[in-house]
């Protein structure tokens, strides 16, 4: 289930992957949007900067693009050559992030991005049955990683394209990725559909606050 827009009371909401938000909270939106969308999307804050990751075809390029304002989103996303950088802001941090390529003669760039990167966002083509291994072989090359096998550095997955009849459910996803074998990190594993923005929010908060965690000394 999809839509451009949310109305309630006469009051028509675009703001990103937040249009969504409104969309499924229905009439609770009402109590939603006035404490939480200044602060969700907040321009102020710490700056990090994360990695975007995955096959080819997954849907980063168009996940990144919901997260943008309205007025500087485009509707023709074409495959990304080599890397990207984009910045925007969600629950009170600024983020740089770097849209790597995901066909195969890009992957080697993955690795030049690690050593300072504060999160990392993998995302998986829940209708992609036939590279789920290939997927999974990726995740735990980047994880194994010399400039990653030590850090907590947050893994956020996105099991996108999930609106469509053929998507494989996250938990199966979850299985398939073994993702129970992390030890050294938090990881969490959202359905998403990047072209409505459904569960992108969801998403980037948990990774947003997994961050804040990391930043924060402890006493």
Not at 177 to 205: K, P, Y
């Amino acid at each position: 289930m999809s839509c451009g827009g949310c109305t309630t009371h006469g009051l028509t909401v675009y703001w990103g992957a937040f249009k969504m938000q409104l969309h499924y909270l229905g009439n609770r939106a009402l109590y939603f949007f006035p404490s939480t969308l200044s602060s969700f999307f907040s321009t102020s804050g710490r700056q990090v900067e994360i990695l975007i990751l995955g096959l080819d075809n997954s849907g980063k390029t168009t996940f990144l693009n919901q997260l943008k304002p309205p007025e500087t989103q485009t509707s023709n996303i074409v495959p990304t050559v080599g890397y990207t950088t984009e910045r925007f802001s969600a629950a009170g941090m600024m983020f740089t992030a770097y849209d790597m390529s995901g066909e195969s003669r890009y992957r080697n760039l993955w690795e030049t991005q690690y050593k300072n990167v504060n999160g990392i966002i993998f995302v998986v083509d829940s209708t992609d049955k036939l590279r789920i291994a290939v997927a999974r072989d990726e995740l735990w090359m980047l994880l194994d990683h010399k400039d990653l096998t030590y850090k907590k550095t947050p893994l956020l997955i996105l099991a996108n394209k999930s609106d469509l009849k053929d998507a494989v459910p996250a938990s199966e996803i979850h299985l398939n990725l073994g993702l129970d074998l992390i030890r050294n990190r938090n990881w969490h594993i959202v359905s998403t559909c990047a072209l409505t923005g459904s569960g992108l929010v969801e998403g980037i908060d948990w990774l947003a606050n997994n961050i804040k965690q990391l930043l924060t000394p402890t006493i």
